[in-house]
C-alpha cells in the first residue's frame, strides 16, 4: 500500500480495522473488518503514515498510538519471522 510494490499476499502484512474500530496486524488474515496490506518493513509503515494512505483506506483518522502499536507488532511479528 504505501511502496507500492506488487508483491505476493503472503510476503505481506495485513492491517485491519475491526467492527469496534480497532486497528491492528492480522498475523491470520482472517479477522473481520476492513483490511489493508502492508510490506513488513517499517520504512514502508513510516511512509503510509506519512501518505496517509491508511487513513484513507480505513475511512478514518487512525490514532498516533495505533501508529506506534502497529510499529510494535510489525517489529514483533519480523523477529519471530527471522527465528
Not at 27 to 48: I, S
Request: net charge positive.
Amino acid at each position: 500500500m504505501a511502496c507500492r510494490t506488487v508483491q505476493d499476499k503472503k510476503n505481506l502484512v495485513r492491517v485491519v480495522r475491526t467492527p469496534e474500530g480497532e486497528i491492528r496486524v492480522d498475523p491470520t488474515g482472517k479477522l473481520n473488518g476492513r483490511g489493508a496490506y502492508l510490506c513488513p518493513r517499517p520504512d514502508c509503515l513510516r511512509l503510509a503514515q506519512k501518505r496517509k494512505s491508511l487513513d484513507r483506506a480505513f475511512k478514518t483518522t487512525v490514532p498516533a498510538e495505533a501508529w506506534a502499536r502497529l510499529e510494535e507488532q510489525l517489529a514483533m511479528k519480523a523477529s519471530v519471522d527471522r527465528e
